[in-house]
């Protein structure tokens, strides 16, 4: 374990462990034996070539994809086939996706109190306050109201935001989140996501935005082909890059 | 013989008796509409179970009811059972006994067949990321069904679900057969009277066309309300709009 932790009083047990994990499709090993830990509060930004398994790796986690085989503990919770377990490790974990996935028949204030009221119980009132209190968060208070199909791109992936956050999850997991956006949404977006940086939350974060990773992240993953080939500071990482293959990848994307 | 195909005196004498008439479709299509919806249900769950033990059942189920013709289902269910002694001794004879039993188990088992794939299109319509962001964020099963599939599936299935009632409405005339005396055979009673032809038989056409058309107006505001989302924003901030729906009570603005 890294001497990072900010606090002695801390946890031991890390916020993330992943040993051995092996995700197969049919005879594609999308996943092929990854061992990672993550702190907590840490942040983690994993990059790599489509198809590399880093969306399955995060997928994993909160038992989107069942790993076949390894061990998977999230905030001390052994990830298991038992249907308990799953939900009580969704609850730690918030996930946002590349294509928002709001639902479209609830206004952004509703996409954010439909999980709170339905998991934790809490009256239409008190989810209400927490949804705009988070829906403020991420800059969109005034289009509480509006319905998915009425907000752009951008508005659309910080409703997505503000609904993870409504659960308080521990740790969040970002897959792609800018990577089907507009290029000139992708800002507003990255800037919410750095401001929860600052905030303490574990965090990985599947994406290509090196200047985001460079900003934000303690610490860089690349995958390929299933494996985690290096990993280090974000400065080390981009700038000296070890292995050929990141280097052949970095080469590509920043063309 | 007059100008108009019609007898305006016969016509109006004949309302009574054509309302009568009229009363007996709607309530068996109102009856096996709710019990065939209600049948369908676990039906499709079955249908849609990866276990084929459930699955095959469901789906042999929809092969031989929606294949069967309605009016040969009919015959079978009011003539047929007759003949087992067991059934004429047991209890369910107070509904085989019956033509309207007969016919609203006939009309039910129709329609329930149809429902199945009606409802089965529109679940499998629901966008997969959806769901997953539903999972994510730890909601039950349970309630990603009721507060997101369901929902979801009702605004893509509603136009094949209001083709489904039109066109079993007008299916119920064959209830005419079994000695029932809905509007199809109160018109043909009065035919069989009076040798007009013309004047019953189009009088209950109008009633039919007046009662889909009723259908229809109705299947089309609950299409705008439940449509709503992709029209404009909340009707929360529009007063004039308050009367269209629940939406309004559901959701207040805190400043």
């Known amino acids: 374990?890294?001497?990072?932790?900010?606090?002695?009083?801390?946890?031991?047990?890390?916020?993330?462990?992943?040993?051995?994990?092996?995700?197969?499709?049919?005879?594609?090993?999308?996943?092929?034996?990854?061992?990672?830990?993550v702190r907590r509060g840490e942040r983690l930004v994993i990059c790599g070539p489509s198809g590399s398994g880093k969306s399955t790796l995060i997928r994993c986690?909160?038992?989107?994809?069942?790993?076949?085989?390894?061990?998977?503990?999230?905030?001390?919770?052994?990830?298991?086939?038992?249907?308990?377990?799953?939900?009580?490790?969704?609850?730690?974990?918030?996930?946002?996706?590349?294509?928002?996935?709001?639902?479209?028949?609830?206004t952004a204030l509703e996409n954010c109190m439909l999980a709170p009221r339905l998991n934790r119980g809490l009256s239409k009132a008190q989810a209400e306050k927490l949804a705009m209190a988070h829906l403020e968060r991420v800059h969109l208070a005034d289009q509480a109201r509006k319905y998915p199909a009425r907000l752009s791109g951008g508005q659309q992936q910080r409703v997505a935001i503000a609904r993870a956050l409504c659960m308080e999850p521990r740790i969040l997991l970002f897959d792609e989140p800018t990577s089907a956006l507009d290029p000139e949404m992708v800002k507003e977006v990255l800037g919410v996501i750095e401001e929860l940086a600052a905030s303490g939350v574990t965090m990985i974060c599947v994406t290509h935005e090196m200047g985001f990773a460079r900003r934000v992240a303690d610490r860089c993953v690349f995958m390929d082909r299933g494996e985690i080939v290096e990993e280090g500071d974000a400065a080390g990482f981009f700038e000296a890059p070890e292995s050929e293959r990141l280097r052949h990848f970095l080469a590509q994307i920043l063309r | 013989m007059n100008a108009l195909p019609i007898d305006p005196a016969l016509a109006w004498e004949s309302l009574p008796a054509l309302f009568d008439g009229l009363g007996v479709t709607v309530f068996l299509t109102v009856l096996p509409l709710l019990i065939g919806l209600a049948l369908a249900f676990p039906i499709c769950f079955a249908r849609m179970s990866p276990r084929r033990a459930l699955a095959l059942p469901a789906e042999i189920f929809v092969v031989f009811f929606r294949g069967a013709p309605l009016l040969i289902l009919l015959y079978l269910v009011y003539y047929g059972l007759g003949q087992i002694e067991a059934l004429r001794n047991g209890p369910f004879w107070i509904v085989f006994g019956s033509p309207f039993g007969c016919a609203i188990v006939a009309l039910s088992l129709n329609h329930a067949a149809y429902m199945v794939e009606v409802l089965r299109g529109s679940l499998l319509a629901v966008p997969h990321g959806i769901v997953e962001a539903s999972e994510a964020l730890g909601i039950t099963r349970r309630n990603i069904f009721l507060w997101v599939r369901m929902p979801l599936a009702l605004r893509y299935g509603l136009k094949a679900y209001q083709n489904e009632v039109v066109s079993f409405v007008k299916g119920t005339a064959i209830v005419s057969v079994v000695t029932i005396t809905d509007l199809m055979a109160v018109a043909n009673s009065i035919f069989e009277q009076t040798y007009d032809p013309f004047t019953p038989i189009l009088c209950a056409a109008a009633f039919y066309w007046a009662f889909v058309n009723l259908i229809r107006v109705g299947f089309t505001f609950w299409g705008r309300w439940l449509g709503r989302h992709t029209a404009e924003d909340a009707p929360v901030a529009l007063p004039g709009r308050q009367g269209l729906g629940g939406l309004a009570g559901r959701v207040k603005v805190t400043p």
């Open chain 1, 61 to 106: 986690i909160n038992a989107l994809e069942r790993h076949d085989a390894g061990r998977i503990v999230v905030n001390g919770i052994a990830l298991t086939n038992d249907e308990g377990t799953v939900q009580d490790i969704r609850q730690e974990v918030g996930m946002v996706f590349q294509h928002f996935n709001l639902f479209p028949h609830l």
């Open chain 1, 1 to 37: 374990m890294s001497a990072r932790a900010h606090a002695p009083d801390l946890a031991p047990e890390p916020a993330i462990l992943l040993e051995q994990v092996v995700k197969r499709y049919g005879a594609h090993r999308a996943l092929a034996g990854v061992d990672l830990q």
